[in-house]
């Protein structure tokens, strides 16, 4: 039988090479069969312009070889870390298969088209609250967001609502993915990829847990 990528992951005898990019879908897919809500929830780190860090959960809404992707208001906290200190750091927790996934890289924004192909993709209720939503910013009452709802939605042709200009994508481009499976006694297994640029190779280095 062949043996799986996390079969020889956690191999010290395999030597091979193992691109992370193959590999964190197949623990995704897994999740994906498990998990009960939300498998591509991630928690997203940034910091302020104090460098205090912030975190919030999001979820991923792309992955390729060239990174993680999510979508937001420019506009929020999050937004305006992130485009101010282009770094942060995920990471998704899978409790029902016992592992984890961090990462960490450099951020850039999504180009328009993504965005608007993505936009398009949202139910229209989803679409009129990122008009309505004045994300991170006080709010008055609930009562005040849905008038403001009530009102763009009188507004809009269900069918054509524009994407606003504030909302888009972030890209997470890694440097590190630490790839983390739980272990009897809390000796887990924990191997971390990392490379010092975008375009070069992954090394691979067993951690202790």
């Known amino acids: 039988m062949t043996a799986s990528l996390t079969d ?103 180009s328009s088209a993504e965005a608007d192909a993505y936009f398009a993709t949202r139910p229209a209720q989803s679409r009129i609250g990122a008009h309505a939503s004045a994300q991170s910013r006080p709010l008055g009452s609930r009562q005040a967001l849905l008038e403001r709802v009530e009102e763009l939605t009188a507004r809009f042709d269900a069918d054509d609502i524009p994407r606003p200009g504030h909302w888009s994508g972030f890209r997470i481009r890694p440097l590190q993915i630490e790839f983390w499976q739980d272990g009897a006694f809390r000796l887990h ?5 990392s490379r010092p640029d975008l375009n070069a190779d992954w090394s691979r280095t067993r951690l202790y847990p």
């Open 189 to 193: 297994d924990r191997v971390l990829f």
């Open 8 to 110: 020889l992951l956690f191999d010290d005898a395999y030597s091979g090479r193992i691109d992370p990019f193959e590999l964190f879908p197949q623990w995704l897919d897994a999740a994906r069969e498990t998990e009960l809500n939300d498998p591509n929830a991630m928690a997203v780190a940034s910091v302020d312009e104090t460098g205090l860090p912030d975190l919030r959960m999001v979820l991923l809404n792309g992955f390729s070889p060239e990174g993680f992707v999510f979508y937001t208001n420019y506009e929020s906290a999050k937004g305006r870390e992130l485009l101010g200190h282009p770094k942060a750091a995920l990471l998704f927790h899978w409790k029902s298969q016992r592992r984890q996934v961090r990462v960490r890289g450099l951020v850039e924004p999504v």
